[in-house]
């Protein structure tokens, strides 16, 4: 038997669609050893520290805004990125967001996703209050510690 190209690539898409991770095959002639590292997947659900947002203020933000957000980090907590990634409001461009400004959110409950390395991350709340600000846009570039919303 030869092993040629097109036999290799139907082994290939066996393994693929399998659970195999090796295959050895012999004849008189030839030996072949396929492997192939077991892939799994993950979702992670990411709980962000409570942090009082009067301890940071963004660096680059418009006077107006300043104002604004200083009135704010007084009486708001701030929930921050726990992972660089990018941040959507919902968990579909067609489902509805996981909050407004206005909503009243609970401990535990689901703020945001952010997207990192293909991987959807569920962000809650480690605090209960009203969203009083949604500092990022949806599907922004978040970095760690950047403030994603203000909640009293």
């Known amino acids: ?8 690539e139907k082994l290939a898409k066996l ?3 399998s659970e195999l991770t090796e295959m050895q095959l012999e004849d008189q002639e030839q030996s072949i050893v396929l492997k192939r590292e077991k892939q799994t997947v993950t ?12 301890a ?12 604004n957000t200083s ?6 907590k ?6 660089v990634g990018t941040f959507y409001k919902a968990a579909s461009p067609d489902a509805p967001a996981f909050v407004e400004v206005g909503s009243l959110v609970a401990q535990g409950e689901v703020v945001c996703i952010i997207e990192a390395m293909k991987l959807m991350n569920e962000i809650e709340s480690d ?3 009203k969203v009083v ?8 570039p978040v970095e760690y510690g950047q403030v994603l919303m203000y909640i009293e």
Not at 1 to 8: E, R, S, V
Not at 43 to 54: C, D, F, M
Not at 56 to 67: F, I, L, N, R, S
Not at 133 to 140: A, F, M, R, T, W
């Open 78 to 83: 701030a929930v921050k990125s726990p992972m």
């Open 71 to 76: 009135s704010i980090a007084k009486t708001a």
């Open 127 to 129: 605090f209960s209050g």
């Open 43 to 54: 979702t992670n659900v990411v709980s962000t520290p409570v942090v009082e947002a009067k």
């Open 1 to 8: 038997m030869k092993f040629d190209l097109k036999y290799l």
């Open 15 to 17: 393994m693929n669609e």
């Open 133 to 140: 600000e949604i500092c990022v846009d949806d599907g922004q």
């Open 56 to 67: 940071t203020t963004p660096a680059k933000v418009e006077e107006a805004k300043e104002d």
